[in-house]
């Protein structure tokens, strides 16, 4: 076996994504094939509606694809009960729903949930490894402060402690940057790649700053009505993927910068 094909950590084939309802039956994406390897920071991108978020959900176990096959390092995925897919892969949701009367430190020990015992009490290994990553991520000076008294980016910050403190080899996020400025914006987009270089976990997240992924990410999963690819953002540009993905009379794809700008009338 090669060293590439040792490092997936999650793979689909011929993967078709959508909803299933009695006898209805709608398609969102199919025919995705696509592999993720360790150390590597994915972004999700393409226009409103065109199945992100269903793509996420599918690829996390918490939507049932309508066919093909999700494989999670060496497992298929829907062969893996609740507890095995918590320890595989950990999910940060927009808007989620957490009790923001807890403590920085309690939410994130929050993600020890699939290591502890049935009454949930940490061990010293579990309080070590939420303490490394509190560090990890630079919110030492949060650790004691309630949820209710974070602002967004602060609390984005904390959710992806707590999924880093699953210590699952993926990482899935669902638009981590919204209603967050530009430089908090940029302040997850660095965070996250600093922590594929020093975890070598595999974090795929969604996201419409699609310049902001162009420019930090080692690959793009890039999702049109008819195709779903991924490659680096060099290659992609390369080949003229990103012409096509806005109406072109307002947006098109500048190559010299490698940014989407807004046309200007004569």
């Not at 904390?158 to 080899?169: E, G, K, M």
Request: hydrophobic content about 35%; charged content about 25%.
């Amino acid at each position: 076996m090669s060293t590439v094909s040792q490092n997936i950590t999650l793979k689909t084939t011929n993967l078709e994504i959508g909803y299933a309802h009695k006898n209805q039956r709608k398609t969102i994406a199919k025919n995705i094939n696509i592999e993720a390897q360790s150390s590597e920071l994915i972004a999700v991108i393409g226009v409103n509606g065109i199945g992100k978020s269903t793509f996420l959900r599918s690829i996390s176990g918490i939507q049932e694809p309508l066919s093909g096959e999700i494989t999670i390092g060496e497992h298929k995925l829907k062969e893996l009960n609740n507890l095995e897919r918590a320890s595989q892969i950990g999910l940060v949701l927009t808007n989620q729903p957490i009790s923001k009367n807890l403590s920085v430190f309690e939410l994130i020990a929050l993600g020890r949930q699939p290591y502890t015992n049935w009454l949930g009490k940490l061990s010293e290994n579990d309080r070590e490894k939420i303490e490394n990553v509190i560090n990890l991520t630079s919110i030492k000076d949060l650790r004691n402060r309630k949820c209710y008294e974070l602002s967004d980016g602060q609390l984005q910050r904390v959710l992806i402690a707590r999924s880093i403190a699953q210590n699952t080899p993926i990482i899935i996020l669902d638009e981590p940057t919204t209603h967050l400025d530009m430089y908090h914006k940029a302040n997850v987009f660095k965070l996250l790649k600093e922590l594929v270089k020093q975890t070598e976990k595999t974090i795929i997240f969604a996201s419409h700053e699609i310049n902001l992924a162009i420019q930090i990410c080692d690959k793009i999963i890039l999702m049109h009505p008819d195709k779903t690819q991924i490659d680096t953002p060099k290659n992609l540009i390369s080949k003229g993927m990103f012409q096509d993905l806005f109406p072109k009379e307002l947006i098109h794809f500048d190559e010299i910068s490698s940014s989407f700008r807004i046309k200007n009338k004569d």
